[in-house]
């Protein structure tokens, strides 16, 4: 984290449930054929890896699916920048299969696209990663009229970035509380003192990846999901990514349907229409979480942005190579990488996401490989299931990565 005050030179120098729910559209009516700009989530259909020395990991995985009561999956794995394989598993709804293009919540997941983001901000020179995020010289200035703590003008970019800001989850996660009006919700946790100085601990937050959101929106100029696919999804060539909405009659053309375990109980929605729901239709503000949790995609196209900014080719890096390195940097295991969960030294790079009705886990290998998985299911397990999805990497590559396709589906 030394050197910050070469940043700006260096990288301008680098750029040149009840009946009440029923109202809500509670349906399985098979969603429109989606219309892509980009024909990656509609070409690369189940048929591409139906491989017959890979009919034991098909296996494998409907066994695990059957094991944790998984509706449907979506696998992606790629070596090298080539997706060599892409595969749905199960149903997307009641009578949809999954297929490679089907899209999914990726939940946290979504965090490592707000980074990117930020990166591409930074590498514009329009903000730094010690750049203040409240105060005078903040870039949410605008908002300290709520603040009653000075410690939160101690916070910065990074400080949000490594969830350092000093954000605290013990009285309940504010993002995933009920709230409908973004500005309360601002209000409401601005004035709650910071559990600790910024910078001298770290405690997971959604929340902070919420303010991030809104760091890019004030810097940019746009809003957040429009300076998204504009800056980052467009080139990388990945045109099916969405915020998502509340409801099941608010899913996206060629969106899978979620589902919860069948003994989990029903909740009040969060917005409280309603006082009987699922919690995967109404009991979060999933477009409300923005860059924290609310965005969709597929799996294969997941894995085309992370060949994006991985550092290697051939596929061509979205990111500078100082960006890559930034947000891939190992300091220490106490220490939260830029956008990944963590980063190992020897190149294991990890992202994972839970959320009501929604598993994903993304890793990357010192091989070359990287694996993907999104489910349309919740586990009991919540976010500890990312490491029963990793176990089931770890014996799936033992057994079958040398059988493993030499092609790039990417560019069939």
């Known amino acids: 984290m030394s050197g910050k005050a070469l940043i700006p030179v260096l990288l301008l120098l680098l750029a040149g449930g009840g009946c009440s729910f029923l109202l809500r559209g509670h349906s399985d009516e098979v969603p429109p054929e989606p219309v892509y700009r980009d024909s990656l989530n509609r070409v690369i259909t189940n048929a591409f890896s139906e491989i017959p020395d890979l009919e034991p990991m098909d296996q494998a995985v409907d066994s695990f699916m059957d094991f944790w009561s998984l509706h449907g999956v979506s696998l992606a794995i790629m070596r090298n920048d080539s997706l060599v394989y892409a595969k749905g598993y199960g149903m997307a709804d009641s009578t949809t299969p999954m297929t490679p293009g089907t899209t999914l919540r990726i939940a946290s997941v979504s965090k490592l696209l707000t980074a990117i983001g930020v990166m591409k901000l930074q590498e514009e020179a329009k903000l730094f990663l010690d750049t203040p995020v409240f105060g005078p010289m903040g870039i949410l200035g605008k908002y300290d009229s709520y603040i009653r703590d000075d410690n939160y003008y101690l916070i910065t970019v990074e400080h949000l970035l490594r969830h350092q800001a000093g954000f605290t989850t013990r009285g309940g996660d504010p993002v995933f509380s009920p709230w409908t009006s973004l500005e309360d919700l601002l209000r409401t946790q601005l004035r709650r003192p910071l559990s600790y100085e910024p910078g001298t601990w770290q405690e997971y937050s959604n929340f902070g990846f919420l303010l991030l959101s809104l760091v890019i929106e004030q810097v940019s100029g746009q809003p957040y999901e429009d300076f998204m696919q504009e800056h980052v999804f467009e080139p990388a060539r990945c045109h099916g990514f969405r915020i998502g909405g509340n409801y099941l009659s608010e899913r996206h053309p060629g969106e899978t349907r979620y589902y919860m375990q069948p003994d989990a109980e029903k909740t009040r929605s969060f917005d409280g229409q309603y006082a009987s729901v699922e919690k995967c239709y109404g009991g979060n503000n999933v477009s409300g979480s923005l860059g924290a949790g609310g965005w969709t995609g597929s799996a294969i196209e997941l894995a085309r942005m992370v060949a994006s900014i991985d550092g290697k ?21 106490e220490t939260f990488s830029l956008g990944w969960n963590d980063t190992k030294p020897w190149g294991e790079w990890t992202r994972s996401g839970s959320f009501s009705g929604t598993q994903a886990l993304v890793k990357t290998y010192a091989d070359g490989e990287c694996w993907i998985f999104i489910s349309n299911t919740s586990s009991w397990r919540g976010s500890r299931f990312s490491g029963n999805i990793a176990d089931l990497f770890r014996s799936l590559r033992s057994r079958y990565s040398p059988l493993l396709p030499q092609r790039d589906l990417f560019q069939e």
């Open 313 to 333: 080719g051939p596929l061509e890096d979205i990111l500078l190579d100082y960006s890559v390195n930034q947000m891939t940097n190992y300091f220490d295991r």
